[in-house]
């Protein structure tokens, strides 16, 4: 069973910036594609953005060029630096591990964003 915990997100400032963790352990694997997705109220969760073991990444274009997926393959850890921060960045920020078909969720971190 893989476990995916994620950390950092909080209530900042719009234009400020904030940096979210997430460590999946429990596989003995290198986890193949790590990747941030959010949920706002009322809407449904949409992809930020996703980084694959190679370091080929992918990202959501409301997001390009403010936010940055990075890993450590070795502790099986993905990081989303998040900078120039708007309000409508406000949701619940989900990380997820997937390790060949299957596809692991962490809890959940709150960002929230003021104007």
């Known amino acids: 069973q893989v476990r995916v915990v994620e950390s950092g997100g909080g209530l900042v400032q719009a234009g400020g910036s904030l940096r979210l963790s997430c460590a999946a352990s429990?596989?003995?694997?290198?986890?193949?594609?790590m990747g941030w997705y959010r949920q706002a109220p009322g809407k449904q969760r949409e992809l930020v953005a996703t980084?694959?073991?190679?370091?080929?990444?992918n990202y959501a274009d409301s997001v390009k060029g403010r936010f940055t997926i990075s890993r450590d393959n070795a502790k099986n850890t993905v990081y989303l630096q998040m900078n120039s921060l708007k309000p409508e960045d406000t949701a619940v920020y989900y990380c997820?591990?997937?390790?060949?078909?299957?596809?692991?969720w962490g809890q959940g971190t709150q960002v929230t964003v003021s104007s």
């Open positions: 997820s591990a997937k390790l060949y078909s299957l596809t692991y």
């Open positions: 429990g596989s003995g694997f290198s986890i193949n594609v």
């Open positions: 980084i694959i073991s190679g370091g080929s990444t």
